[in-house]
């Protein structure tokens, strides 16, 4: 099977040990996800917001499918620290340039898993006054959920596994993936072992 991917998807598919969900199931529920929105958003034109990066590609694939006027802007986040992580704290290092006062915007998220980022943004653009605010989120990972957030549109439950794949990263890596699979162990460890190397400055065969 892992010889499969290989072939199909290449080398950037090696460390895969499984598919969870498959590039024709990410591509059907997008589809109606958008079909969705055109639905209750039609005469509105409303704004979509993303956070970069892991949101491009389902950013990018639900604007080709909604058939309405739309507007599309990002936000770009960074952690304060890790204690202020932990508590969903983000620096906000680029900022919306679309008004949104008075606007309906749509938060478009590729994965949600604590809630605790996704509910601070939330909370700062209310500020701002939008007309309406409800969020659509492609992969959603309730296991570790602290806050319970409304999602108007939901495309998956994903397992407390460790994936990647569809814009979800592993240190940077395995966001071109069209399908999300899981990351092997063996991956995981020789990934540890290299970043121990290179925090030691030991020698070794990396």
Do not use: W
């Not at 010889?3 to 591509?27: F, L």
């Amino acid at each position: 099977m892992k010889m499969n991917i290989v072939d199909q998807y290449g080398p950037v598919a090696k460390d895969i040990s499984e598919i969870i969900i498959s590039e024709d199931d990410i591509r059907q529920r997008v589809a109606q996800l958008g079909r969705d929105i055109s639905i209750d958003y039609a005469d509105r034109c409303p704004v979509l917001v993303g956070v970069l990066k892991g949101v491009l590609f389902l950013m990018a694939d639900l604007l080709r499918v909604i058939n309405i006027p739309v507007e599309v802007d990002f936000l770009a986040v960074s952690s304060y620290s890790a204690e202020a992580r932990n508590k969903g704290v983000v620096r906000l290092v680029k900022d919306l340039e679309i008004p949104i006062y008075g606007r309906h915007v749509l938060f478009v998220e590729d994965v949600i898993d604590t809630g605790l980022t996704l509910n601070y943004l939330l909370r700062s653009l209310r500020e701002r006054q939008p007309a309406s605010l409800e969020v659509c989120v492609l992969f959603n990972k309730p296991a570790h959920r602290l806050l319970d957030i409304p999602l108007t549109y939901k495309g998956f439950d994903l397992p407390d596994r460790l994936v990647v794949g569809y814009g979800l990263d592993f240190r940077e890596r395995y966001r071109n993936l069209p399908f999300v699979g899981l990351l092997s162990a063996e991956a995981v460890k020789e990934d540890s072992h290299l970043e121990e190397r290179l925090e030691k400055n030991t020698p070794g065969s990396i």
